[in-house]
């Protein structure tokens, strides 16, 4: 069984530039979450869908940040224009549920460079 | 508030050595308790969880963690460490207001030949 797909691996940008990260979950994963892990540090919830719907963006810049998950199943995160401070790498996660006695599984994530 | 805290930044062991990762948390109900682990340059793993049971809970690659209730901590141990145990290791809790992961902020396991 496939797990989860991202892409880009890498992504080096100039600032005020745009950046789109995807995300292809393991298939039947009803949740998928996006998280933003900076270096020595553990991973931040930005947010959090069920099905094609969020049910958790909180944590997201709404400013510059945006995704979307049509369909329910792949999912795009988008930074625009990005920042100096947006250099971190963006995991994608998924699971069966939300609920969380199971487990998360990860993608491999995608490594954002802003110079 | 729900927390979790990694005591150790980095832990270095000898391999062959027993080896104990720290966690302890803070909840208002019974804790959901996880380890993940995460190689260079990969995506996170998940190791094993306590939700309730046997207070010694077994997981992948010979890893296994002690639930201590009247400590508030979930440590990760191992009788015996290799070197390709060296990796980042992150202990979480789920949040029960919203059944989300609250995650700690990592150690770095060292394991010397």
């Known amino acids: 069984e496939a797990g989860v797909v991202q892409s880009p691996r890498y992504k080096i940008i100039e600032k005020k530039q745009p950046v789109a990260f995807w995300c292809n979950p393991i298939?039947?994963?009803?949740?998928l979450y996006w998280y933003r892990q900076n270096l020595g540090q553990g991973p931040e919830l930005l947010i959090r869908?069920?099905?094609?719907?969020?049910?958790?963006d909180s944590q997201l810049p709404k400013d510059r940040f945006s995704a979307e998950r049509l369909k329910g199943v792949d999912s795009t995160l988008k930074i625009q224009p990005a920042e100096l401070g947006d250099s971190a790498v963006y995991l994608c996660?998924?699971?069966?549920?939300?609920?969380?006695?199971?487990?998360?599984?990860f993608g491999e994530g995608s490594r954002l460079t802003v110079l | 508030a729900q927390s979790v805290a990694q005591p150790e930044d980095q832990v270095n062991v000898a391999e062959g050595n027993p080896l104990t990762v720290k966690c302890t948390y803070s909840?208002?109900?019974?804790?959901?308790l996880f380890w993940y682990v995460q190689y260079p340059n990969r995506g996170l793993q998940f190791l094993l969880k306590?939700?309730?049971?046997d207070n010694l809970v077994k997981g992948s690659y010979g890893f296994e963690a002690e639930f201590n209730k009247s400590q508030t901590s979930f440590h990760l141990k191992k009788p015996s460490a290799l070197v390709s145990d060296s990796a980042l290791y992150f202990c979480?809790?789920?949040?029960?207001?919203?059944?989300?992961?609250?995650w700690g902020a990592g150690t770095k396991l060292i394991i010397k030949p």
């Open positions: 996660a998924s699971s069966l549920q939300s609920s969380n006695t199971g487990e998360l599984f």
């Open positions: 298939s039947g994963h009803n949740t």
């Open positions: 869908y069920e099905n094609e719907e969020a049910v958790d």
């Open positions: 909840v208002s109900g019974n804790p959901y």
């Open positions: 306590y939700i309730t049971g």
């Open positions: 979480a809790v789920r949040d029960d207001s919203n059944y989300q992961l609250i």
